[in-house]
């Protein structure tokens, strides 16, 4: 049995202008969760909720075993929480902030402070009004980690970074799941990287979870069929297709439950398949949000014509 | 323990625009290492976990490599003891043979649709190792 390191069931959160809905999420300790979402569709507010910081209307929040709200200050002991609003103070140092965050947190490990402090090339003696963005990021993880949190939370810790930055900071998130018992949530705007490390996948949309799997079967589900048609030839019906583009003889099938059937059913009806491509978590995040936006219903017929 | 994960030298290079799944990059040079003796019958792998933290890619795509692996018999894993080349000393022949299976294949397919028949299928391959041979002597110092 797999322990959750985060467990949303049902979370619903009501503003005049803004609603998340029924929000299912669930996050096994030692694996990566990808949080992908347009601006706006969300994800802070559901981070919000998982920090505690805002109360859901309804529904369960469980964080390492804590029912969150209520049990929020015995829950972050063991969060590390990184986010581009959490202000460090201007006027000190680096090495203030790690004597005061040492204070607080028993488990402060220095050797890995010290690590840390060496590979994002940062100085402990700077002020912080005199670092750059990438080395503020890079402080405010090194702040968390060197703690030894079992779960980071980070809200888009890639934002803005430079391609070295971005390289380091990967490899430190990485890093930390070498231990089995460590567990990281992160949200992004930035597909290659959620593609890159995540194992879990969660794609938010105006206020709703669209789409959440291991990323492997995920990947696995989308494919682009390219197909050549003989005149006067009509396509089957086939389940899980959101898309269908290109031209009436040349047409593209974008295909979120793909089967190696389907490629054998467009053959007999007589089309040729010019090729079957894999698609990048980029390109399917964008059709999974087109194709629910343009036709809200049809995507909800396909999918129950496949259960029937 | 914790610096030597990162710096682990695994030389398995993870490209994204490659448009292949990363997990079948990371098979494919697996299996070329075992093909070219760099890691031999029997010798243990990095876990899961490690090379993931190496490569920088998640855990979950390590892990579906390795299972395909050991499907296709290239690797053994026992649990709770990691993972090992399989024990085979016939493993590194029998994957430079399957990887000439595929190329032979892919070129029939070729030839068909260029309408050749099999004899000017077999005449263009020979040919073609005849023009390599005579390229690797003409290199030859004298």
Request: charged share 25%; aromatic share 6%; net charge negative.
């Amino acid at each position: 049995m797999t322990h959750l390191s985060v467990h949303f069931t049902g979370v619903s959160k009501r503003y005049p202008h803004f609603s998340l809905d029924d929000i299912d999420l669930a996050l096994p300790t030692g694996s990566i969760m990808g949080f992908v979402g347009a601006n706006g569709a969300g994800k802070s507010t559901t981070i919000r909720i998982l920090m505690g910081l805002v109360h859901q209307d309804s529904g369960s929040v469980e964080v390492l075993g804590h029912a969150m709200p209520a049990d929020q200050a015995a829950a972050k002991r063991d969060i590390g929480f990184v986010s581009e609003d959490m202000r460090l103070y201007e006027a000190a140092t680096l090495a203030w902030h790690m004597k005061f965050i040492q204070s607080i947190f028993p488990r402060w490990d220095q050797r890995y402070a010290d690590n840390l402090l060496r590979r994002f090339d940062l100085k402990p003696q700077q002020k912080i009004k005199g670092l750059s963005h990438g080395q503020r990021v890079k402080a405010a993880l090194l702040l968390a980690l060197a703690r030894r949190p079992r779960l980071l939370v980070l809200d888009e810790p890639t934002t803005g970074l430079d391609p070295v930055a971005r390289r380091e900071v990967l490899a430190e998130l990485m890093a930390v799941l070498i231990d089995e018992q460590r567990t990281i949530f992160f949200s992004s705007q930035n597909t290659l990287d959620v593609e890159q490390i995540s194992d879990q996948i969660a794609f938010i949309d105006r206020g709703r979870i669209i789409d959440s799997a291991n990323k492997e079967i995920f990947l696995d589900r989308w494919r682009r069929i390219r197909l050549m048609l003989p005149p006067d030839t009509t396509l089957p019906r086939l389940p899980g297709v959101v898309e269908v583009g290109g031209s009436s003889r040349l047409p593209v099938l974008t295909i979120n439950q793909f089967d190696p059937a389907m490629v054998a059913a467009c053959q007999d009806a007589g089309a040729a398949v010019q090729s079957v491509d894999a698609m990048t978590l980029e390109e399917i995040f964008v059709a999974n949000v087109q194709s629910r936006r343009d036709h809200p219903v049809a995507v909800s017929e396909t999918t129950e014509s496949v259960t029937a | 323990m914790y610096t030597q994960y990162i710096q682990m030298d695994t030389s398995i290079v993870i490209s994204q625009s490659d448009g292949r799944p990363m997990y079948l990059q990371i098979m494919e040079q697996i299996k070329q290492k075992v093909a070219v003796g760099e890691w031999p019958p029997g010798e243990e792998i990095p876990s899961i976990r490690a090379l993931a933290v190496a490569l920088r890619v998640s855990v979950i795509t390590v892990k579906r490599a390795y299972l395909e692996l050991e499907r296709e018999g290239v690797i053994i894993t026992q649990h709770g003891k990691g993972s090992l080349v399989a024990p085979d000393p016939g493993l590194a022949p029998r994957l430079y043979d399957r990887e000439l299976e595929d190329h032979l294949e892919h070129a029939a397919r070729i030839g068909n649709l260029l309408g050749l028949t099999p004899d000017d299928l077999a005449d263009r391959l020979r040919d073609t190792s005849a023009r390599l041979t005579a390229e690797t002597l003409a290199k030859e110092p004298v």
